[in-house]
């Protein structure tokens, strides 16, 4: 697990940090948070470890979300091929249907253009003439 931060976000973070902390206070405010880091991250290995234990089998960390705990510790193969087999054909029909719907849009947009591009330039009106204004001066 990752995280995914650049300079700009390190600057803004330990910035904010020393409008909150103080320029004193920031530092035991960081090894605090880097302790209770490796305690939260302790107690999660401690917990998969016990519940493999438990199970009889080997859990990792991204294992406890419920649908991966169910498909890979509790179905077996032929179980969740079982599951899966009726939503299959309603999904490979829906997804058939997706795809003509796709071509048929495709040839549409590519008729259209078409059509737009042999169009004939249309030609210029005959030149019209202005339209009379009527003033305030016409009404008295």
Do not use: C
Request: no cysteine; glycine share 8%.
């Amino acid at each position: 697990m990752g995280f995914d931060v650049g300079g700009w976000e390190i600057l803004v973070i330990i910035l904010v940090g020393v409008f909150i902390f103080g320029p004193d206070r920031l530092p035991k405010a960081i090894s605090d948070g880097v302790r209770m880091l490796r305690q939260v991250r302790t107690m999660a290995r401690n917990a998969t470890g016990d519940l493999s234990k438990e199970l009889g089998t080997d859990i990792q960390l991204e294992d406890l979300h419920p649908k991966t705990f169910l498909r890979k510790h509790l179905l077996s193969e032929e179980d969740e091929a079982a599951l899966r087999k009726p939503l299959q054909g309603i999904y490979d029909d829906v997804r058939g249907v997706a795809d003509q719907v796709k071509k048929d849009a495709q040839d549409a947009a590519s008729a259209a253009k078409n059509v737009t591009a042999s169009a004939p330039t249309p030609a210029t009106a005959p030149a019209t003439q202005p339209a009379v204004r009527a003033s305030w001066d016409d009404v008295t």
